[in-house]
DNA sequence: CTGAAAGCGCTAACAG
DNA sequence: CTGTTAGCGCTTTCAG
């Protein structure tokens, strides 16, 4: 089997509670029988037993994220982000697929896997505010996402309106006025579609410019595919436009195809800016210019709620943090010198 | 704190072993018994220690799965994939990030923090065939990839020869004859790139085509903004051709792009076809033909076989399993009907 | 059919 | 500075 600290311990000829120290550098230990423990440690080329450690601690290294799926680029580049904050301070990750399922979003915060993890980055898409009081367990939870606000733990999530108005009034200080909008929920107040929507009707009211619902193109989902169907949409209704904001990147990609295929030149004819800043947003052609939600920002903090919410934060009032967005220029928004 | 078997047995006036002997449905209980531990359990909301079970029974119910990167749409789906896998098994998943670095690679198979997993998928991307003694680890190893073959531990993988000769030969029975190949690697015999252009070889030779250096477009990555260049190359190589193969999708997908762009009808002028079939080559325009490479049979082989290692298995001689995969026919290479 | 008790490998009081 | 010892919560012989 494999070598326990009693193995090391004898071979080094003192005690496990010696070698324990050695092992977490636990100060008071005389440098030539930290040496030797080294040595065997070495030797027998020992490795804690992360269980053990975890039964004593009460602690097991790991955190659970629970999301949709990862097939969508954004939470797999969600995910990524979480895994390489969360890796930086020594814990693992463990990825639950809830399959944007309300039933099993909710199962998952009851489930038994979970004692596994010292706590839940939770990414629902099912749930909604009704089920806000679902949310109040036992243990770290930190709620990511445009589902639920005000809810009873920390909640981590991205400027929504802001950014869709800051995305907007790019659009706006290119001169342009007819901004279509691509991926809108009917009726949506919360979530990413409806706040992103709110921020846009924000930029144009700031602007003077009035809404015009024909300028909205409604999908319920937000693949590539959408986006090139509510683009067609657009186009049939015969509806001029200089400018489309995609809710997402994806969107914005599938948008921006039909709009080539169209005849229309990007960004001559039409600028595009869309949401996420997905890696392959900076590979499309025209690249595309689009908001960085903070993602790295977010996973970060996630990551460190639980922690804190684990030593002793426990009772501190659950927090709303907003993490900071960024436009970022690039192909499908540059300025286009025109001869006049 | 939490309540452990000795609460539960207190409530149930009943010793911990008999309340143990419940929950994991030991048969020898009496019904009464039963029932009235049963209660006690739901009264108590008693959860087992998951952490206490491992220690015990020396299995964590945890597999580590590590890759590159979650952010190439292939990983991503793998990932899921395994997800889903392991899930039904009622096994978790710890996803490891080596960004594709040999080192990084490397030091994972040795790494601590493999310790709370029964065992480790692996998919490298950075190590070689000079590596392949490296895998001899003392744990369930299982690789992924086409990295290296005749390691010594089970490795699952595609038929990467014979699905890109069926692919290839997809397109000849098209009638194409001139099939441009995307994303080639400069004198790669084993790896992805190296492996399917051979398949593609042997369908020209199969049917009597010769091999045309000039139809060959290399690149070192395989992101969607390669497969573009290496068609702008092509374009510009003025070089005939009426098919492409894009060693996978990503690159397919590029490559379509720009040759739309040009003025090609696909698939009309051009017939198209890729390999991974990614989510998203269904929902592009056109759809992308693509070749499956059976990765919910990989992921739910790699499972299986971390399980078996596990109990018994050990001794069991390596075993390289290959995938079947399957032409999945979509637009991009529909039999175009022509007037004569 | 059920109970007592040992022990998985580790950490942390508490002694010395 | 180092050793002894008592558990963390569970499963599992071994007796009854």
Same sequence: chains 1, 2.
Avoid: C
Wanted: charged share 25%; glycine share 8%.
């Amino acid at each position: 089997m494999s070598v326990t600290l009693h193995d090391v311990a004898r071979a080094a000829g003192v005690s496990i509670k010696t070698v324990s120290n050695v092992i977490n550098d636990y100060p008071h230990v005389r440098d030539a029988t930290r040496t030797r423990v080294r040595e065997a440690i070495d030797a027998l080329d020992y490795q804690p037993n992360l269980t053990a450690r975890s039964l004593r601690s009460g602690r097991t290294g790991a955190i659970a994220l629970a999301l949709p799926e990862l097939s969508l680029s954004y939470f797999a580049e969600l995910a990524d982000s979480v895994i390489e904050a969360a890796e930086n301070i020594g814990q693992v990750v463990i990825i639950e697929r809830t399959g944007g399922d309300r039933d099993r979003e909710l199962q998952m915060l009851t489930s038994w896997r979970r004692k596994m993890t010292d706590g839940l980055i939770f990414s629902p898409l099912g749930m909604g505010m009704e089920d806000a009081a679902r949310l109040s367990v036992s243990y770290p939870l930190v709620l990511l996402g445009e589902r639920i606000f005000g809810g009873p733990t920390d909640h981590i999530t991205m400027k929504n309106v802001d950014a869709a108005r800051a995305a907007t009034e790019h659009l706006i200080g290119l001169g342009r006025r007819r901004i279509a909008v691509v991926g809108a929920h009917k009726d949506e107040v919360v979530g990413s579609a409806g706040l992103r929507l709110t921020g846009y009707r924000q930029a144009l009211d700031a602007a003077g410019i009035a809404f015009d619902e024909r300028l909205i193109a409604y999908t319920t989902l937000w693949h590539r595919s959408n986006g090139a169907t509510a683009m067609h949409d657009l186009l049939e209704r015969d509806v001029e436009f200089d400018a489309v904001f995609g809710l997402n990147d994806t969107l914005a990609l599938g948008a921006m195809r039909v709009l080539q295929e169209s005849g229309r030149h990007i960004p001559v004819d039409v600028s595009v800016i869309g949401f996420d800043n997905l890696d392959e947003s900076m590979y499309s052609l025209p690249s595309l210019t689009t908001v960085d939600p903070g993602r790295t920002q977010i996973a970060r903090t996630a990551v460190q709620s639980i922690m804190e919410r684990m030593d002793g934060h426990e009772n501190v009032a659950p927090r709303e943090i907003l993490a900071d967005f960024r436009i970022v220029e690039r192909e499908s928004t540059a300025r286009v010198i025109t001869s006049s």
